[in-house]
């Protein structure tokens, strides 16, 4: 069975600075394994990719190593406004983390909220890393500013709600779900189950939640799957102080389409390819049509034993896949067979860049 | 000279449950004292008006005592949606206490702020207490449900910014400022200043927030001043827990009238007018054109000498004011003269009763 490569608009491939969890190289290599051709990579680096020149840094970085294509997501501050012009043209998206939960470029205040939305004067969305009520914020945000925004891995009901509303109102609202919050729920995060593998932002939620998602996949309310990849090793979580996060580019589509496979929520296969492939490349300007992926439709066990994610784990070792990766073709070059990644470093495109 | 009568959505007169602060005889007078004819009363009461028992029990005591027209403004809870529906006719608005500073009528969640802009399915509007980014999740929600809202106490230059936006893109949103927010700063605050006494949520602002606030009053981003007038004894002020308020029906007239007389920011007695009498009557509904006020145009010192409200003092004490209030007349009725309540007790309207 042959499907378009697949696209995800979030994903942490941790360099520069955290290259002990991945690097462009294997976080590549485990986009390929996993049917990814294109990925947009977070600004949240120990040095935050807040400004031009970290941004072009890490453009010169990845052309070296990366073997699919990569663009890239800037990080908004509070105050960084000023640099959007330069910017613009040279990533995917802005990316606004507003809460609590990630250091260095997390922000709370209004104003720092009204910099971003007046500021970001462009069709690209603006990446909303938010909970409650300040979703609805953002929704509103986007209304008086005329801007698209873009929730990522929404995870509540009540969220789905104004995401629902807010595309009835025909405002430009998109948002992503991330496989954990769909196969994996608060109880799997019980010390005794995944304890420290199981903790990610936003927290897995309950049963009622993942019913409103996977209806939201169904009937179109969600607009697409992206893994929000975050990879860290063993030895981080299992400190003290266990960072949010777990790998999901080699398990997302066995993940899914293996509910499509069993007819969970009436989700198709036609369905699956819309919210893997072709609505992330539409909603970010990512390419199309230039690639292919070859499946071998049969079950297998996910396993860390085969994974290329430098972590070397996944939150659902033991969960039956359906759809292993056979093939993978990137502008007519085979890049990926049967466990092996054939392209080279630096093959891939750093996209967005003039 | 002469003036319609005033008129304030947003007052707490205490009763039933803390009659020692004010009750609706004195915190009534004390309107009269101040030039107002008609007041919205907040549901914030030790028993909140959450309910329609609640309601009815505190109209029921308002008849007997009152000596201006009072209506009242209707508690949200997270749960309380469906009592929506009996209630609408019998108030003026809902108030929703979003933020952590109210006690028991106060929710933060997502959830009940969906059931309460999804559950009040009425032209009336829903009146919110919030601060920063929870004043943009309103707007979202007032967006995406066509609901009308009304910011109280709006206090900071950015929270007037969304306002300004909200209007230009044609949303229902309006905007009250309390006098305390535009002639006291954080520095009043201080311990050797007012201390407790200027002890309020929203908390006083700074330099920049007030200019912006005169700004919006003369150009009309502000709808309205409300006094939020919420008296408290003087013992609880100077406990070691002092409460949230002050009051304000007796002073907000002349302090205004003062910065008229002044010329500040270019604001026009007309424009004061509207301010304080016209637009509150207008977009809540209340009796227009049926009281009229006498303005002795002298200045004098604002003192808790002559107060009527029961706390018996003021944060403005030693300020001067202009424009003293001498005679209100209302309903043809002359209920108020130099400092002398005329109206009987229970002579005033309960508004929104059928």
């Known amino acids: 069975m042959r499907l ?6 979030h994903v942490h491939l941790r360099e520069p600075g955290s290259e002990e969890k991945e690097d462009f190289y294997t976080g590549t290599c485990a986009a390929l394994a996993g049917g990814f051709t294109a990925l947009l990579d977070m600004p949240n680096n120990p040095t935050p990719t807040v400004s031009a020149e970290a941004l072009a840094e890490k453009k010169r970085l990845a052309a070296a190593k990366i073997v699919c294509d990569v663009g890239f997501n800037f990080g908004a501050t509070p105050t960084n406004a000023p640099v959007y012009p330069a910017v613009i043209p040279e990533v995917a998206a802005l990316k606004a983390y507003l809460g609590e939960t990630h250091g260095p470029i997390v922000f709370g205040s209004l104003e720092g909220m009204l910099s971003v939305f007046q500021g970001w004067n462009s069709p690209k969305p603006i ?22 925004i873009h929730i990522c891995h929404l995870s509540k009901a009540d969220e789905l709600t104004l995401v629902r509303a807010a595309k009835e109102r025909g405002l430009k609202v998109t948002c992503e779900v991330a ?13 005794e189950r995944l304890g420290p593998y199981g903790r990610m932002s936003p927290a897995l939620q309950t049963g009622r939640d993942i019913d409103e998602l996977w209806q939201g996949l169904a009937d179109g309310a969600v607009d697409m799957i992206a893994t929000d990849h975050a990879p860290h090793t063993r030895a981080e979580k299992e400190s003290s102080k266990p960072p949010f996060g777990v790998p999901g580019l080699e398990t997302a589509f066995p993940l899914l389409y293996r509910e499509v496979y069993r007819g969970k929520a009436g989700l198709t296969l036609d369905r699956l390819v819309e919210l893997m492939a072709i609505a992330p490349r539409r909603v970010f300007g990512l390419p199309q049509g230039d690639s292919e992926i070859e ?18 784990w996944t939150p659902f070792e033991g969960q039956t896949g359906r759809g292993r990766v056979r093939r993978v073709w990137l502008r007519g070059q085979l890049v990926f067979e049967d466990g092996r990644v054939l392209a080279s470093p630096g093959s891939g495109r750093v996209l967005f860049s003039a």
């Open 4 to 9: 378009p490569g697949l696209a995800d608009p």
């Open 127 to 148: 990446m909303i890393h938010a909970e409650g009520p300040i979703v609805a914020a953002t929704i509103g945000l986007a209304a008086l500013y005329d801007r698209r």
């Open 179 to 191: 496989p954990h919050h769909l196969f994996l729920t608060r109880e799997d995060a019980a010390p």
């Open 295 to 312: 499946i071998d439709d049969t079950e297998f066990i996910i396993s860390s034993e085969n994974l290329h994610t430098k972590c070397g």
